[in-house]
């Protein structure tokens, strides 16, 4: 049976936006806040979705990201519309980039975004295309002691 | 340790003060790499923790904020912008700046009994 989802909510996140970049990880914090969700796996949870929210930006022209809330767990998905991965394996390496110059004097791009995203997750799925997008899956187990 | 006694440390003046005074630090973060900084982020919420940074932009409160970071102390005498600092009040978080650089900073610091964050394996 599926289980039932409680709570569901979508992020727009433009490209190159890097004005507003992590707007749409302070709601989502906020959200759970106001949820009741123990402040550990907020913890975990926002850094994921402001490591994934930062990767859009970056990377890719358009892209939103859903939260969706189960009794058990919680669900971050980032689909986004770009340049995708060409090598999956060699972007979760720690220290690997393809960072631009603007992108480090924001203080991004040091190659640590994806796997700082599935250190924090309990499941972390990463599909890509070369030229069309990535899409993430994030769980994050709301009895886990992860983190 | 004290926000207040921080700032007298690094001869800083504080551009915004809106956390707990009282806080007291025990822990320090240095780091230009946001990334870094959210990578080796305490396990749970600890307030007690400042970020030395040479970098003022917007994502560098954002950080601070997912980090459960208290206060950020730029370095090298850099000011923030306008909207840095709406933010970081936004997000109530001090913010220091010292004409100190970075590595001095964190030196003082260090002598007096500010520990560097400790590291989840």
């Known amino acids: ?147 | 340790m004290k926000l207040e006694t921080i700032r007298e440390l690094l001869h800083a003046e504080i551009i915004s003060k809106c956390s707990n005074p009282d806080t007291d630090i025990k822990f320090a973060k240095a780091s230009d790499l946001m990334s870094d900084v959210l990578a080796f982020s305490l396990p749970f919420t600890r307030p007690e923790a400042i970020l030395i940074t040479g970098l003022t932009n917007k994502q560098v409160v954002r950080t601070c904020d997912i980090a459960g970071i208290c206060a950020i102390v730029f370095v090298r005498g850099k000011n923030p912008s306008a909207e840095t600092i709406r933010l970081a009040e936004e997000c109530n978080i001090t913010i220091l700046t010292t004409k100190l650089k970075m590595y001095t900073a964190c030196g003082i610091l260090y002598a007096k009994g500010i520990r560097g964050a400790p590291v989840k394996e």
């Open chain 1, 1 to 147: 049976m599926k289980e039932k989802i409680l709570f569901e909510q979508k992020f727009e996140i433009n490209g190159g936006d890097f004005v507003n970049a992590g707007e749409s990880s302070y709601k989502i914090k906020s959200i759970l806040k106001e949820i009741g969700i123990d402040s550990d796996i907020i913890r975990r949870i926002s850094i994921a979705a402001y490591e994934a929210e930062m990767n859009v930006v970056m990377y890719a022209e358009h892209g939103a990201m859903h939260l969706l809330v189960y009794p058990g767990k919680i669900l971050l998905r980032i689909e986004d519309r770009g340049q995708g991965i060409k090598d999956i394996e060699l972007a979760m390496q720690p220290g690997f980039s393809t960072a631009t110059e603007e992108m480090r004097e924001m203080g991004f791009g040091a190659g640590m975004g994806l796997p700082n995203i599935k250190k924090n997750a309990d499941v972390f799925d990463i599909k890509s295309t070369a030229g069309k997008g990535t899409n993430l899956n994030i769980t994050f187990n709301l009895n886990s002691k992860n983190g």
